[in-house]
């Protein structure tokens, strides 16, 4: 089963630039896995000790993960997910 | 060098007095590969803080298709600080992740003073950069 997944421009280092790639997984856990068995190193820029790094932002078929699940969240054939780095800062 | 219109430049110094005291945030996009800031696009900041911005994700995505769709990147990020100088914080310098991008600091802490500077944060590192600001002047 097919995932379609936005990569972020940070992260297309890992992805020969590739703005879009494919990847599958029952859950979002299992598609950032597959994602770093194929891009090295790509796992570790989303997921962090087994959770969502703080400032990047994952989003299932538009919804914001944090919102739906999480890494646990169900794929599904032709869902598409998009990872971006969330925008933040600070004068602290 | 960050070259940018007198019209942007007022709009994003405008949108920073009109927040204050909470820290406010966008981007302007730009043709990829052009480095030419030419469209202003103010985000919520979602922290509603005056020591912290985050742009709300799910407006964030809207505006990151937008310019996807249109062959765009963001090609200044700006936000302000409110009781500080304009220079990246700890903070800024950690979340900073478009290589690309001029991020742009305003400061509100003088009411009748601009305090407006650009830099470049890769892996880290912060390089301040001159502003050239283009265009008519439309003030008085």
Known sequence: MAIEVRIPTILRNLTDDAKVVEGKGDTLAELFTDLDSRYPGIGARIVENGKLRRFINVYLNDEDVRFVGGLEAELKDGDNVTVLPAVAGGSL | ?140
Request: proline fraction near 6%.
């Open chain 2, 1 to 140: 060098m960050l070259r940018i219109d007198r019209s942007i430049y007022d709009q994003i110094v405008a949108h920073a007095r009109r927040d204050h005291p909470d820290e406010a945030c966008g981007v302007v996009a730009g043709p990829e590969g052009s480095d030419r800031p030419e469209r202003f696009i103010e985000m919520l900041n979602a922290e509603r803080s005056p020591t912290f911005y985050r742009f709300d994700s799910l407006e964030q995505l809207k505006v990151w298709r937008g310019m996807d769709d249109r062959d765009e990147e963001p090609v200044v990020i700006y936000h302000s600080h409110t009781a500080t100088e304009a220079y990246p914080s700890r903070t800024d310098i950690s979340y900073a992740s478009e290589p690309n991008a001029h991020y742009v600091l305003v400061s509100t802490r003088e009411a009748d003073t601009v305090e407006f500077r650009s830099y470049r944060i890769v892996d880290g590192e912060v390089t301040e950069e001159p502003v050239e600001i283009v265009g008519t002047d439309a003030r008085p």
